[in-house]
């Protein structure tokens, strides 16, 4: 027993001196300073902080001139890690389809005949053509369009949605489509047989309709303008030209659109495949684009650890610096910025301000440390999805990641952690620290675990919680400006992360995750 009281003493003690320990950080994690930061990031010169945009680089300039104030070096001789952002807009002079029938060759015309998909390629490609059904390998179903015909360096016909489409009997999990159904599935299938290129017709048993819809690009439209590309990640992924063909090339091939039907037919009934060598001499297909490439970067810093092992371990405590930019029709008279004052200046501001009380402590913790603003979050989680494939520090060493994301907000003293569940030993250590500091959890009423950078860290098997606020009536709007938040609440927040990540970064911790049923 009295052995017992001593060890809860030595425990006592240790708590104790590790809490005096972060006085000096956490003194330095203040209302005015998270002000401060919050102000320039959201302040209507910096526009909305749109990716991509010059506003942007402004805040990522501003980012790494806080973390050169500090003793937070550059990681790889670079604040800053370039997320491929691209548009893709049609080269519409350069796009072609010409099939030859016999002796005759045959142009069609770009939008009225055929349409490029978003997910095509920049190439060229020429060969014979095959007709392969719906495009479909199901073993789960006993089904392959592809059974019985190579289509190895040719280009592959097909046609939309699935066998059974309307019939409630269908093997195909009767009128719900399945995911064979996917244009995306269809072109990666396409590709693992060997395919160059790939035509989709909409199937023309259960529709009237055999316009070329493919992608509504730009280029094709009278009124939209370059502002209207949407931007998006470049992956690196291999893919082929890919377009939707309309009425006249099926009677070109076929002769009639009943005689398509009347294959079409045939595959329903029987569930066999009906695929074939078209009699066409040959085919020439470019789906040619002009891409744009924007300068977008995620913001790194990091502090070293302390002990020769552990440092060798790391901490990640990031939040995105993005928002969503201006409206672009304005009203006179009327606010066109989304500030973004809580989403995410305030999580910025938290991750500056957490990495100013690493820098003011006397000694560094055991681990290192790795503070990360991420581009790119509210377009799909970019900058989080490009760190964590091509991470500046091995994940595998990465014990924990610390997501500020919306911390001003509801309330002086609430929390919604996301995350929780999956994460019960980091759940544990964050809401024993948020006691100590009188904070209390309130889960959201919906699961937005999904909806921020840590997720990605997650899904690569990293303890990751988000720590928000919360929701609110001004979210993504033009309302979320410096004077709705609450300054004071974010440093609250920043404290919590703080105590959290040095406790974590000080000690030989190993957090367990459970995966999402």
């Known amino acids: 027993m009295k052995l017992s009281v001593f060890l809860l003493l030595i425990l006592f003690i240790a708590g104790q001196i590790s809490g005096k320990n972060t006085k000096k950080g956490l003194s ?127 280009i592959v016909l097909i046609m939309k949605h ?30 693992k047989h060997g395919a160059i290129g790939l035509m989709i017709v909409t199937d023309p048993l259960n529709h009237m309709l055999l316009n070329p819809q493919g992608h509504p690009w730009p280029a094709l439209s009278s009124f939209m303008t370059q502002d209207n590309l949407p931007v998006e990640m470049k992956d690196g992924k291999r893919t082929i030209p890919c377009i939707q063909v309309g009425e006249t090339v099926v009677k070109a091939l076929f002769g009639s659109v009943d005689s398509l039907r009347s294959i079409q037919k045939s595959i329903d009934q029987s569930l066999k495949p009906r695929s074939f060598e078209v ?52 009203r006179q008279g009327e606010d066109n910025i989304f500030n973004g004052a809580d989403d995410n200046a305030s999580g910025t501001a938290g991750v500056l ?17 790795v503070f990360i603003l991420f581009a790119g979050e509210e377009k799909g989680l970019f900058g989080s999805q490009h760190y964590c494939d091509h991470p500046v520090v091995p994940l595998d060493k990465s014990v924990v990641m610390l997501n500020l994301d919306m911390i001003s907000r509801n309330g002086s003293d609430t929390l919604q952690l996301d995350g929780l569940a999956y994460n019960p030993d980091l759940a544990s250590i964050l809401m024993s620290e948020a006691r100590k500091l009188n904070l209390r959890n309130y889960p959201g009423e919906e699961d937005l675990f999904k909806r921020s950078d840590h997720y990605n860290f997650y899904r690569k098997g990293v303890s990751a919680i988000n720590i928000t606020s919360g929701l609110h009536s001004d979210y993504h709007t033009v309302r979320d400006n410096p004077d709705s938040v609450d300054p004071a609440k974010a440093a609250l927040i920043s404290r919590l992360i703080f105590k959290t990540a040095w406790k974590i970064a000080g000690e030989p911790i190993y957090l367990k995750t459970v995966p999402i049923r």
């Not at 064979?180 to 299938?189: A, D, F, M």
């Open 162 to 191: 699935e066998p059974g489409e309307k019939d409630t009997a269908s093997c195909f999990n009767g009128i719900r489509e399945t995911r064979h159904s996917q244009t995306s599935v269809k072109l990666e299938n396409a590709m």
């Open 353 to 369: 301000a957490v990495a100013k009380a690493f820098s003011a402590m006397k000694k560094h913790p055991a681990r290192s440390v």
């Open 28 to 154: 330095v994690i203040t209302p005015e300073l998270l002000r401060q930061h919050i102000d320039f990031l959201a302040s209507d010169s910096l526009k909305g902080r749109n990716t991509p945009s010059p506003e942007l680089e402004l805040a990522a300039d501003y980012i790494a001139k806080e973390f050169a104030a500090l003793s937070i070096r550059p990681v790889q001789n670079s604040w800053f890690q370039p997320v491929p952002i691209i548009s893709r807009n049609l080269d519409i002079d350069r796009c072609q389809l010409a099939i030859t029938l016999g002796d005759q060759k045959k142009n069609f015309r770009l939008k009225t005949d055929y349409n490029p998909f978003e997910m095509t390629a920049d190439t060229v490609v020429a060969s014979s053509l095959v007709f392969a059904g719906y495009g479909i390998t199901a073993p789960e179903y006993q089904y392959d369009d592809y059974d019985g015909v190579d289509v190895r360096g040719k």
């Open 279 to 330: 009699p066409a001499s040959g085919c020439l297909l470019q789906t040619a684009l002009k891409i744009t490439r924007y300068p977008v970067n995620n913001v790194i810093g990091i502090l070293e650890g302390s002990d020769p092992v552990l440092k060798n371990e790391f901490v990640v405590i990031g939040g995105h610096y993005d928002h969503v930019g201006v409206q672009k029709v304005q």
